[in-house]
């Protein structure tokens, strides 16, 4: 059995946040010791280095809590788990979509300054120009 600070250091999972996912669910709650503490098996090292991959992979809680449900169910059909990457991807192709188009806007700035007075810089006149921010708020984002 392993204690919730090994669990912690062979994951890289803070003990704050092993504790947290057991409070929502997403880890059983571990067994205890005569004197409270909390114990693991490999079984939960295996879950929780399951939940910090899929978070490194900006799975939200709420999808990781549904992948964990279908491996807890090894006869169904692996559409459902595609279904939820499937999900993810467009979200990552969004968020690189914004990303880039914040990447062409501070190029623009940076390109744009030449290292005038503060007086001059196009950096700060760019930043202060509300109205063209509105109008790209949508491709860029908040």
Do not use: W
Not at 60 to 85: T, V
Request: proline share 1%.
């Amino acid at each position: 059995m392993l204690a919730i600070g090994t669990l912690s250091k062979k994951t890289g999972t803070k003990v704050q946040t092993i504790r947290y996912y057991e409070q929502i669910g997403l880890m059983n709650e571990a067994g205890r010791t005569a004197g409270g503490q909390r114990r693991y098996f490999e079984k939960d090292l295996d879950r929780l280095a399951f939940i910090r991959h899929s978070r490194q992979l900006g799975f939200s809680l709420e999808s990781i809590r549904e992948l964990l449900d279908l491996a807890d169910r090894p006869g169904q059909s692996c559409a459902d788990a595609d279904s939820i990457a499937q999900r993810q991807l467009v979200q990552v192709e969004q968020r690189i979509k914004r990303l880039q188009a914040l990447k062409k806007e501070l190029k623009r700035m940076v390109v744009d300054c030449n290292g005038e007075s503060v007086a001059h810089c196009k950096v700060l006149e760019i930043l202060r120009d509300h109205d063209e921010c509105l109008t790209d708020h949508n491709a860029i984002g908040s």
